[in-house]
């Protein structure tokens, strides 16, 4: 069978197509082990742990990596002896992922392929749902989130980065200031990357659809009873310079300037977590 194409009983029972374009693999094939990623999903995994505080010293944390591409961040994971579980609709990028899982010794970590609208677990089975670089691919990104908070336990923690239409700077697509252009033009752009322009959008199968700032998503997991922190909130002071501390608790306390700090940043950060009851 063709290492880029999903197989037939995979396929069928997502209802979704899970194959892989050729280059889109290679990129992330090659992307996923780059000094960036490591050093992102290291932070990712430092971030979530010190939301949790204390607590997550005696425990065994149950990770869920949505749209978990080659598997990278489960190492963050498992090396602490937490229990990881990733997903993804790229079931080329699954296979991959557990390769090197079980090459690494990471055969702990369990992979499946599934779309982030439909996950397939039960209610309040994970402690952690992350989110990285996914909302904007997902055209019903509020099935999306809501699937995330349905899986949390309790005092559970959501952590999402996606697009953020505040900063001119981004990544999905080479265009600039793209996430500035009017929603019209944005539309045209997504189609054409699917059907006769995939280079602007680096090949990906599903390109990013929608854009967002960290307000709008506060307003959503408030409506639904969860607490959020951006970038400033879980940033760690140690370690940073007498002028950097400054800058971020000017950040954290003034408004108009956290505002701005959004406005120079091209990923919107967000953690979201449950209250421990009812």
Not at 15 to 43: C, I, N, V, W
Not at 61 to 84: E, M, P, S
Not at 128 to 156: F, N, S
Not at 202 to 220: C, E, G, I, M, T
Request: net charge positive.
């Amino acid at each position: 069978m063709d290492p880029l194409k999903s197989s037939p009983s995979t396929s069928s029972a997502a209802g979704f197509d899970t194959s892989s374009h050729q280059s889109f693999y290679e990129y992330y094939k090659k992307q996923s082990l780059s000094p960036g990623a490591l050093q992102r999903f290291g932070a990712i995994t430092e971030v979530v742990l010190r939301v949790f505080g204390h607590e997550a010293a005696d425990r065994r944390l149950k990770v869920l990596d949505v749209g978990c591409n080659a598997g990278t961040q489960c190492q963050f994971w498992v090396d602490r002896g937490h229990i990881y579980t990733g997903i993804d609709i790229n079931e080329p990028l699954v296979r991959l992922a557990r390769e090197r899982a079980a090459e690494s010794g990471r055969g702990s970590a369990r992979f499946e392929v599934g779309s982030a609208t439909q996950l397939p677990f039960a209610d309040e089975s994970f402690d952690v749902c992350l989110m990285p670089e996914l909302l904007e691919h997902i055209e019903d990104w509020e099935a999306c989130l809501r699937e995330g908070v349905r899986v949390l336990r309790p005092g559970g923690v959501l952590y999402v980065s996606t697009s953020n239409w505040l900063c001119p700077r981004q990544q999905e697509f080479n265009l600039p200031v793209y996430s500035w252009w009017p929603g019209f033009l944005k539309k045209y752009i997504e189609r054409r990357a699917v059907t006769d322009w995939p280079a602007v959008a680096n090949y990906a199968k599903y390109p990013a659809v929608h854009w967002f700032s960290y307000y709008q998503l506060r307003r959503w997991f408030s409506a639904r009873g969860l607490t959020s922190a951006d970038r400033f909130d879980v940033m760690k002071l140690g370690g940073k310079s007498a002028a950097a501390r400054i800058l971020i608790h000017c950040l954290r306390v003034l408004p108009p300037l956290r505002f701005f700090g959004h406005v120079g940043t091209p990923y919107t950060v967000i953690v979201a977590r449950r209250p421990t009851s009812s």
